[in-house]
T-cell receptor, first 112, second 115 residues
Framework: SQKIEQNSEALNIQEGKTATLTCNYT??????LQWYRQDPGRGPVFLLL?????KEKRKERLKVTFDTTLKQSLFHITASQPADSATYLC???????????FGAGTRLAVHP | GAVVSQHPSWVICKSGTSVKIECRSL??????MFWYRQFPKQSLMLMAT?????????EQGVEKDKFLINHASLTLSTLTVTSAHPEDSSFYIC???????????FGPGTRLTVT
């Protein structure tokens, strides 16, 4: 069955450093991979989408990579700030298929 | 993107009663909406796909007679939790997928507590 793995342990980093979060998937051949941010008690917010033919995508301080051979996506936040503290969810998806299955998420805590 | 609202933001009800949650797409005509449930410290679990003008599609293990979904217009989907029990207490979130690669825009969620 399809499986999505994200680090279940919280990631604690110092302000200004780069945070790197990992999303691994098995039994999947996604055409896209999406990343979302979720704050406690709120709905997720869409951040970035990367296609299978794109190796890397950037948006401001965010960078996502997508390695279909390793079946892995990495999500980077550079120059992290305490306001970046949240849970980050990944969701691979097939082409032409808008139903998303989310990973469990990784909680990021950025300390001043 | 799409702006999505939910109502109510939180609700407390007694065991055995029914509760209706509304999801509105404020600026996007949504033929499809999704309903998720999230328990504390867990990820979102897709419950069902709401289809405008037709029956909803439920995920495996979700009781369609317990979680009634109605998608009567392009801007409104409702989820009714019937005969609610304490184990139905959860955070219910809806989302609207946009065109193309289908990134989703989520509502703020509804916290349901069944006593």
């Amino acid at each position: 069955s399809q499986k999505i793995e994200q680090n279940s342990e919280a990631l604690n980093i110092q302000e200004g450093k780069t945070a790197t979060l990992t999303c691994n998937y098995t039994n999947y051949s996604p055409a896209y991979l999406q990343w979302y941010r979720q704050d406690p008690g709120r709905g997720p917010v869409f951040l970035l989408l990367i296609r299978e033919n794109e190796k890397e995508k950037r948006k401001e301080r965010l960078k996502v990579t997508f390695d279909t051979t390793l079946k892995q996506s990495l999500f980077h936040i550079t120059a992290s700030q305490p306001a970046d503290s949240a849970t980050y969810l990944c969701a691979p998806s097939a082409a032409g298929y808008n139903k998303l299955i989310f990973g469990a998420g990784t909680r990021l805590a950025v300390h001043p | 993107g799409a702006v999505v609202s939910q109502h109510p933001s939180w609700v407390i009800c007694k065991s055995g009663t029914s509760v209706k949650i509304e999801c509105r797409s404020l600026d996007f005509q949504a033929t499809t909406m999704f309903w998720y449930r999230q328990f504390p410290k867990q990820s979102l679990m897709l419950m069902a796909t709401s289809n405008e003008g037709s029956k909803a599609t439920y995920e495996q293990g979700v009781e369609k007679d317990k979680f009634l979904i109605n998608h009567a217009s392009l801007t409104l989907s409702t989820l009714t939790v019937t005969s609610a029990h304490p184990e139905d207490s959860s955070f219910y979130i809806c989302s609207v997928p946009t065109h193309g690669p289908y990134e989703q825009y989520f509502g703020p969620g509804t916290r349901l507590t069944v006593t």
